[in-house]
């Protein structure tokens, strides 16, 4: 069983947690993910490692309450346990040898470029971070990604904040002014990580992006993950979930990625109806 140590809700649909998992915390790092199942009748689900503590023996964790496991999830408070976390699985990100980078997260994606901007900023590399967001209201990690670069842009869809604009909008006045940036992270929605990779093919600018949305078992028994970079099979969860973005056939994977969404949604609203019946007794 793996603690709870402490529980934050970043927003009205994020929850960050802390775990106490000191041999996952042990080996970890940036890019790499976990497998919980939250009791023994609960499904298995990938979670990008968001941070790591390896002397309090501590592993963070970011997720957004979309289907019936994160759900569950979020009912457990500071005090209760995780049946099952195991990790860190997937290859790490290769991040060594790059002196100016962007790294680009799209809503909860960033939660998962965070980790990928500390380990470029301890690496001594210069680091601007542009996050994006719809509103306001839903910023999470502020402080924290200020501190993982060098310069923080915060965009929003409706210009909450006083930033109205894609992160795309942002990286290419970035490059346009001068930023000679050798390497680009992006992570977030499949949509914003094509249109990232458009735009940084136009400047032969090196482009890593994360497959970790699409994984299901963590495995690579399920196929479920299954993407086609450079014209080959790659698995995202054993041969990621780094890719480079330039090779990823995104238009498969967009398509393929909604092929359960009814069945996710349906399971969501049963579990929901399971939840106020709970309540109302």
Do not use: W
Not at 95 to 110: D, N, P, S
Not at 130 to 144: N, P, T, V
Not at 219 to 245: H, I, Q, Y
């Amino acid at each position: 069983m793996f603690q709870i140590v402490q529980k934050k809700r970043l927003n009205d649909s994020m929850t960050q947690m802390r775990v106490q998992a000191p041999y996952v915390a042990k080996k970890a790092q940036a890019g790499q993910f976990i497998i919980l199942r939250v009791n023994e009748y609960g499904e298995r689900i990938p979670l990008t490692i968001a941070d790591y503590d390896r002397e309090a023996g501590t592993v963070d964790i970011i997720f957004q309450k979309v289907g019936k496991t994160t759900l569950l999830l979020d009912t457990l408070e500071e005090g209760d346990s995780i049946l099952d976390f195991i990790g860190p699985l997937g290859k790490a990100s290769e991040l060594e040898g790059y002196h100016y980078a962007a790294v680009i997260g799209g809503g909860a994606g960033c939660a998962i470029a965070y980790p990928q901007a500390k380990a470029l900023h301890a690496l001594g590399a210069k680091v601007d971070m542009i996050a994006g967001f719809r509103s306001q209201d839903i910023i999470i990690l502020e402080d924290e990604m200020k501190a993982a670069s060098d310069q923080l842009y915060l965009m929003t869809d409706d210009g909450s904040n006083g930033h109205k604009g894609f992160v795309t909008d942002a990286l290419k006045q970035n490059i346009e002014a001068g930023a000679k940036y050798d390497l680009v992270v992006a992570i977030g929605p499949l949509p914003m990580m094509k249109a990232v990779c458009n735009l940084t093919k136009e400047y032969g600018i090196k482009t890593i992006i994360s497959m970790n949305s699409i994984m299901i078992d963590g495995t690579g028994m399920c196929g479920g993950c299954r993407v086609t970079v450079g014209g080959e099979t790659k698995f995202a969860c054993v041969d990621g979930p780094d890719f480079d973005g330039h090779l990823v056939d995104f238009d498969e994977v967009m398509k393929r990625a909604k092929t359960y969404a009814e069945l996710e949604r349906e399971s969501t609203r049963e579990f929901n109806c399971r939840l106020m019946q709970q309540a109302e007794q």
